[in-house]
């Protein structure tokens, strides 16, 4: 069966340091990997999406990068977070962008 | 620019009532999914509805696919406090995934 890791759960970051969030899929090969920013109780802002090893797609203008070395491994990357990256990253796994099978997220805050 | 409204945005209600969540659209979707998200946790797929006028139901909840694929319903049947959670609609359209807002659902004992 196929499993989804992202670590860490949960990461408090001065302004102005680096970041970078992992998150390996296991029990599937070639998958499309998602990156999400989720607001409180809200929807889900798709930040990038990848479907292969090092092809990013980037939905919205911002402070953060993707990068993906290998197939079954996504990383989400700041240089320099702002106070505004704060929230709530989801990685997601999916196949031909049908259903989206969801890690445990990260709570990011930066203070 | 493709949307999909959730409403309502947030519901509370007491054990044992019956309560419907609805997605809408104006874009016709290829298949539409249903997802419950626990706070602190990453959304859980419920169900997917493929064709038009489908009805799943999973225990006391019980998802409709619209006629024209355009939009969905979610139907609880006397709602327990397990239920709480963030239920999110999220629909295929042009090979993109097309999330709602979500509906926030407290049950209350």
């Known amino acids: 069966s196929q499993t989804i890791h992202q670590w860490p759960a949960t990461l408090v970051q001065p302004v102005g340091s680096p970041l970078s969030l992992e998150c390996t899929v296991e029990?599937?090969?070639?998958?499309?990997l998602y990156w999400y920013r989720q607001a409180a109780g809200r929807g889900l802002q798709l930040l990038f999406y990848s479907v292969g090893i090092g092809q990013i797609s980037s939905e919205v203008p911002q402070n953060l990068s993707a990068s993906r070395p290998q197939d079954r491994q996504f990383i989400l990357s700041s240089k320099k977070l702002l106070l505004s990256d704060s929230g709530f990253y989801l990685c997601?796994?999916?196949?031909?962008?049908?259903?989206?099978?969801f890690g445990q997220g990260t709570r990011l805050t930066v203070v | 620019t493709q949307l999909l409204e959730q409403s309502p945005q947030f519901l509370s209600i007491q054990e044992g009532e019956n309560l419907t969540v609805y997605c809408n659209s104006s874009s016709v979707f290829s298949s539409l999914q249903w997802y419950r998200q626990e706070p602190g946790e990453g959304p859980v797929l419920l169900v997917t509805v493929v064709t038009g006028g489908e009805v799943k139901k999973l225990k006391r909840l019980t998802f409709q696919f619209g006629d024209a694929r355009k939009d969905s319903s979610l139907h609880i049947t006397a709602a327990q406090p397990g239920d709480t959670g963030l239920y999110l609609c999220a629909g295929v359209a042009n090979y993109q995934l097309i999330w709602g807002a979500g509906t926030k659902l407290i049950i209350k004992p």
């Open positions: 029990g599937t090969s070639n998958p499309n």
């Open positions: 997601a796994w999916g196949k031909m962008n049908t259903e989206a099978f």
